[in-house]
């Protein structure tokens, strides 16, 4: 199928040409014709599935005809609500993208900057809004914003809105927007109270779920590797030793973590840059876009990024400490693999606070990673195996062997030969972490990018 039979009017049609889309990805074709039947609409779909677009299109479809019949109205028509400014402003480029032959404006606002700058604009008309939860409500306090025209509320990445204690917040909001209206709720995972909210404020929506909730994509190669904390920093500057991988996305646990592990990088001669909640608005968008036009090889984050880095042929991201909330696993290695494109996912586990957050992962995703067992700082089996009898002190454990991995035998399995597919081992072992780099050079705008 192509965007033509999706119906779509000839100004957007102009402009996915333009940005190089051909073919929808399965959740645009699913949602967006109910979209532009004016339905509700309940999309829970991970992330890098293309979301994005498949509701940034229709509205700027319906808008743009209801602007055809009522060109005198200067209201805000519709309201997107997104958890972290990196997201709003991502998301604010696939509206200007989308729409720069219809007419539409679209504004994002959002803390961390001067408001000044976003209140001349609001006041100069906006059609569409993207906002951050906390800074739109300030806005809305000081009477600068106004939504009692909403047309339609989109709630994007509802579930990392609940895990940053945003979703008072969005309830507040909610109760402001006229009851008559179309709503769009998108999650990439649906836990009991974020399933509770879609049912408050969805009037029977259309469902659409394009892959297994909390599932990781099938294009992204993912492998483990077992080793000392002390370590992961020489394991870190092995792997980046591979000029194959063009850019690679850290992630940490704390700033303070992030911080250090650039300096470390920049010792080692490898260009980086951290991307926190310490960090200036600014600092965080010249980071950015220093790692995406690659100035920057490797960008190190916490999870405040997760949902909003949109980078174009990301091949590997590394998790340099295991996330202890097991949802943000699947979000943070979304960040490659996007939209049909493969990617290299690499986890390193300390074997000892990390190896519950492991379990949960597992059993969060359904299947084990794929263990590395060839690269030069392992942690020992007999190291491990007393890691997890200590841990297992209070109760019996059913097995003394790591999650993920076998020992004994010489059976070093984690695909073919100890690494998995795709994943090249050198002289020593798993460092040259190619399979992605080459095989997403290739890949072409209408299965990768913004969407």
């Known amino acids: 199928m192509s965007f033509e039979n999706l119906n779509l009017i000839e100004p957007i049609l102009r402009a996915l040409k333009t940005e190089g889309y051909t073919n929808p990805t399965p959740i645009q074709e699913q949602a967006i014709p109910y979209i532009l039947q004016h339905r509700d609409l309940l999309g829970c779909a991970q992330t890098g599935t293309g979301k994005t677009a498949a509701f940034a299109i229709p509205i700027l479809q319906l808008l743009f005809l209801d602007k055809q019949k009522h060109k005198e109205q200067k ?65 809305m306090n000081q009477r600068y914003v106004h939504i009692d025209q909403i047309k339609m509320l989109i709630l994007d990445e509802a579930d990392r809105m609940l895990d940053m204690g945003f979703v008072n917040d969005v309830k507040k909001i909610i109760a402001k927007v006229p009851a008559n209206r179309q709503t769009l709720f ?104 220093n790692f995406k036009n690659r100035t920057t090889r490797v960008l190190i984050a916490t999870d405040i990024a997760a949902r909003g880095i949109d980078i174009d042929e990301l091949t590997h991201v590394i998790n340099y400490e295991i996330p202890n909330i097991p949802e943000t696993y699947v979000h943070r290695i979304g960040r490659t693999g996007r939209a049909g494109a493969s990617g290299i996912a690499l986890t390193f586990c300390d074997g000892e606070e990390e190896i519950d957050y492991l379990k949960d992962i597992h059993k969060l995703i359904a299947k084990e990673i794929p263990v590395e067992l060839g690269h030069p700082y392992p942690l020992s089996y007999e190291a491990m195996t007393a890691k997890m009898m200590s841990k297992a002190k209070n109760g019996t454990p059913k097995s003394a062997t790591p999650a993920g991995g076998r020992h004994g035998g010489g059976n070093k399995r984690a695909g073919a030969g100890g690494r998995p597919a795709g994943h090249r081992g050198g002289s020593g072992g798993a460092g040259n972490s190619r399979g992605g780099a080459s095989g997403m050079s290739g890949a072409s705008r209408s299965s990768s990018g913004r969407r």
Do not use: C, W
């Open 75 to 139: 209201q805000i028509k519709a309201l997107i609500l997104t958890p972290t400014r990196e997201l709003a402003i991502q998301i604010s480029e696939s509206f200007t993208a989308y729409g720069k032959h219809t007419g539409l404006k679209n504004l994002v606002i959002f803390g961390g900057v001067s408001q000044n700058p976003q209140v001349d604009a609001l006041r100069r008309g906006v059609d569409i809004l993207i906002a951050t939860p906390g800074r739109l409500l300030d806005l």
């Open 186 to 289: 998108f999650s990439a995972t649906m836990p009991n109270e974020i399933q509770s909210l879609a049912d408050s404020i969805l009037q029977k929506p259309a469902r659409v779920e394009v892959a297994p909730v909390s599932s990781t994509a099938d294009t992204i190669q993912q492998a483990l590797f077992y080793v000392s904390k002390n370590d992961k920093r020489l394991l870190l500057n092995h792997i980046l030793k591979d000029k194959d991988i063009k850019t690679a996305l850290v992630f940490t646990r704390t700033k303070h973590g992030a911080d250090k592990v650039v300096k470390d990088l920049i010792k080692a001669g490898i260009t980086a840059e951290a991307i926190h909640g310490n960090k200036s608005q600014n600092a965080r968008q010249r980071a950015l876009t």
